[in-house]
């Protein structure tokens, strides 16, 4: 079974300031590990994911998430937030072995971005 | 490679009818899933197809709820009898294998009134 938390239901930032969105989750397996961001009224664009391989993991529109075993965390940063950051971000797990599956998700996170 | 299409974007029903959702997976993808995602949460899991069979289906699938891939390809999402607390965003998402990750596609809103 997996479960992801996600801290902060709404984070705010300046433009140009560092952006830190945070996740932890839990898993009786190997993870695999995405960030997915989503627009008003739109579906899911993924970010990036961990799969086993490297642990800092580089996503798209200079994103990335370090993979951190012993914290069981996954959190996101990007060192410059830009106001088309300004979207909800979601945490989601699944596991690495065959036959899994089922995509869990965090309740996600509200990212503002102040001008 | 369109991604993964859903239709329609939007439905209003009256609460007690029936709707039909549509899902159109990339291509190459032989596995695809129904999410639901009611506001201030993250989707949830309803159900897993590999290419025609499905093979779990979440609680949250009451007997409601159906969905069918015939051919391996598109699927549909159909509920009957709605409620208004089936009013969520549907979303679908297609992967090619365990390894890769997955594309979802822009979602149908249903409102059910």
């Known amino acids: 079974a997996q479960s992801v938390t996600q801290l902060g239901s709404h984070v705010s930032v300046s433009e140009g300031a560092l952006v830190l969105l945070r996740c932890n989750y839990s898993s009786s397996v190997p993870p695999y590990l995405f960030w997915y961001v989503q627009y008003p009224n739109q579906g899911l664009q993924l970010l990036l994911k961990y799969t086993s391989a490297a642990t800092l993991v580089k996503g798209i529109n200079g994103f990335e998430a370090e993979f951190k075993k012993s914290e069981t965390s996954f959190h996101l940063t990007k060192p410059s937030a830009h106001m088309s950051d300004a979207a909800e971000y979601f945490c989601?797990?699944?596991?690495?072995?065959?036959?899994?599956?089922?995509?869990?998700f965090g309740k996600g996170t509200k990212l503002s971005v102040i001008p | 490679d369109t991604g993964v299409s859903q239709d329609p974007r939007h439905k209003i029903t009256k609460r007690g009818q029936n709707v039909t959702f549509r899902c159109d997976p990339i291509?190459?993808?032989?596995?695809l899933y129904w999410y639901r995602q009611t506001l201030g949460q993250g989707p949830e899991f309803l159900t897993y197809?590999?290419?025609?069979?499905?093979?779990?289906k979440s609680r949250l699938l009451s007997d409601r709820f159906s969905a069918e891939r015939p051919k391996g390809s598109f699927s549909t999402l159909e509920i009957q009898r709605t409620e208004q607390g089936d009013s969520a965003m549907y979303l679908c998402?297609?992967?090619?294998?365990?390894?890769?990750?997955?594309?979802f596609g822009s979602g149908t809103r249903l409102t059910v009134v």
């Open positions: 197809f590999q290419n025609e069979a499905q093979l779990e």
């Open positions: 989601a797990v699944t596991g690495s072995g065959a036959g899994s599956y089922q995509l869990t």
């Open positions: 291509s190459e993808h032989n596995r």
């Open positions: 998402a297609s992967r090619e294998s365990d390894v890769y990750g997955y594309t």
